[in-house]
């Protein structure tokens, strides 16, 4: 039911841009934080950006403030992350999450983001 595919992954060299969506459906999306997770081979996943349901709050993993922006419309059911400035260590498999309930976290399946030269 619940179904969160992101898109606009690819290949992209040092210093540029890319902007990944996350289309949400099977719940009310307006009512819940959306997040960014990312993660690389062999490393643990972390929590890249987070919005709360409104737009009004936004959080930032330390490494990527200032370059990557989260912003929601909710008209659209969509999450967006707009990464500037890219450097090699982001690449990684960034995925798109929210969580429900106790028991209901949800991903998305991912999109591969390759900084590279």
């Known amino acids: 039911q619940v179904q969160l595919v992101e898109s606009g992954g690819g290949l992209v060299q040092p210093g540029g841009s890319l902007g990944l969506s996350c289309a949400a459906s099977g719940f009310t999306f307006s009512s819940y934080t959306m997040s960014w997770y990312r993660r690389a081979p062999g490393k643990e996943r972390e929590l890249v950006a987070r919005?709360?349901?409104?737009?009004?709050?936004?959080s930032y993993k330390d490494s990527v403030k200032g370059r990557f922006t989260i912003s929601r419309d909710n008209a659209k059911n969509t999450v967006y992350l707009q990464m500037n400035s890219l450097k090699p260590e982001d690449t990684a498999t960034y995925y798109c999450n929210t969580v429900l309930g106790l028991r209901s976290t949800y991903w998305g399946q991912g999109t591969q983001v390759t900084v590279s030269s």
């Open positions: 919005i709360t349901s409104g737009g009004a709050i936004t």
